[in-house]
């Protein structure tokens, strides 16, 4: 089991639901969102379906641009050559700033061309705090789930990555951007307005940039198939942890979270090969 690509499979169907497939299997989805206003994320029943006895690591990890195995995974899913070539490494992944794709310069072109010359959208969420984050118009409401949002609202949308990262970073002077995973786990969320915070911050960006934010103020509420949060967290990997064992309770965002509290981010170990007995 890949767990980069298999955990993150999320499928549009025409009457616009979005199932996401938790284990990949084809077996029907394990979450589901449904846009109705509301964002709800149903899954099988937390602790019940949701149960697993073991799951092994044997050592495996491949690449997941080239497909080489790799004794190490860098930047989270990447063999050394892909991390330091590939596109999908570039700087720009993390400080959307620093892209230049609009101006003729990139690791390569036809891979920017898709990924950061398409709409962009910049988004305010409540995972614990309000936060801010950029994704690809795409890529909603999956980037909102696969954070572990509680609320998300578009803030803007705007034709490229650099130009999000330089809203993106306007914003991080009352903002924070990143998610602390904690509090997120355990469902300590900010009861700011979502919408009102909207309205405050669209007079803070620069005026070349305001005819970017758009006017809808809906709120988007995600609700995650969890039993019952932990009051505490502790933190697994299979770099130190051959086997893992236990009750799955639910999931929230990129983690698994078991009944005793221990938790499995799954997106750190994209392209380790792990086998599920259930």
Known sequence: WNTGYRFSTVKLSPDGQVEWDLWGNGGGPSAMVVRDGQVVVAGSGGGGDFVAESYSYDGQINCTVC???TKKSFGQGFCY????DSPEASECIIR????????????DMEWSKKYCLTEQVVY?????????????NSQVPT???????????VFARVPNRYTAGVVEVTMKSFLIDRTNWQRMLKNEVSDVDLAAKKQELAAEIAPEYRDYI???AEVCAINYPVDEYPSKVKSLSFDKLSEIEGNLAGIKGQYLIFDDGRVLNIRKHTGYFISLEA
């Open 67 to 69: 497909g080489r195995q």
């Open 81 to 84: 050559p892909c991390f330091r």
């Open 96 to 107: 959307p700033e620093l892209c230049r794709a609009h101006e003729g310069e990139s690791r």
């Open 124 to 136: 305010l969420a409540k995972s614990s705090a309000v936060k801010v984050g950029i994704t690809r």
């Open 143 to 153: 980037r909102w789930i696969d954070q572990g949002a509680s609320e998300a609202i």
């Open 214 to 216: 758009t006017d809808d």
